[in-house]
C-alpha cells in the first residue's frame, strides 16, 4: 500500500466512524422545528425561560401550546411530547411546578459543575456543596 492509499483509508475511516449527535440534532431527529431548537437548548442547559408556546409545552398545557403554536409547530406537539420524555430530565418538565423548579435552579448547586448537589465535602476548613460526579475524592 502506498502512502496516497494510506490518505485514502484514513479519510474513508474518519467520515464513517459514528460521530455523537449534538442535543439539537436529536431534537431535529424527533421532529421539533430548526427555529425551536436554540431556545429548547437555552431552557434545557442553562435554565432561560423560553417563550410563550414552549413553555406551555413544558409545564404540559398542550392545549394552550395548540393555541400559541405557529405554523411550523402546530402539527409538531407529538415531537415534543417524544423527546422530552425519552431525553430529558422528568423534573424540567410536565408541570408548572417543575417548569418553575427548574428556572429556579438548583437548591445547593455544586460548587464544580452547578448541578444539584448531593452532599458536602470539606475544603480547606469549610464546606462545599458537590455532586457525586465532581467530587473525586470520595470524601463525605
Ligand atoms: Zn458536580
New binding site residues.
Given amino acids: 500500500m502506498n502512502a496516497l492509499d494510506q490518505q485514502l483509508l484514513d479519510v474513508a475511516f474518519r467520515a464513517l466512524r459514528p460521530r455523537r449527535e449534538t442535543r439539537q440534532e436529536r431534537m431535529l431527529s424527533y421532529g421539533i422545528p430548526p427555529h425551536m431548537l436554540d431556545g429548547l437548548e437555552r431552557y434545557l442547559v442553562q435554565r432561560i425561560k423560553p417563550g410563550s408556546f414552549l413553555q406551555a409545552v413544558l409545564r404540559g398545557d398542550l392545549v394552550m401550546a395548540a393555541q400559541l403554536a405557529d405554523p411550523a409547530n402546530a402539527d409538531r406537539l407529538q415531537s415534543y411530547v417524544d423527546y422530552l420524555t425519552a431525553e430529558c430530565p422528568e423534573e424540567c418538565w410536565g408541570s408548572p411546578e417543575a417548569m418553575r423548579h427548574w428556572l429556579a435552579g438548583p437548591d445547593y448547586p455544586?460548587y464544580?459543575?452547578g448541578?444539584e448537589s448531593t452532599h458536602e465535602i470539606r475544603h480547606r476548613g469549610d464546606w462545599l456543596d458537590?455532586?457525586d460526579?465532581?467530587d473525586v475524592r470520595g470524601e463525605r
Fill in positions: 455544586c464544580a459543575c448541578r458537590a455532586c460526579a465532581c
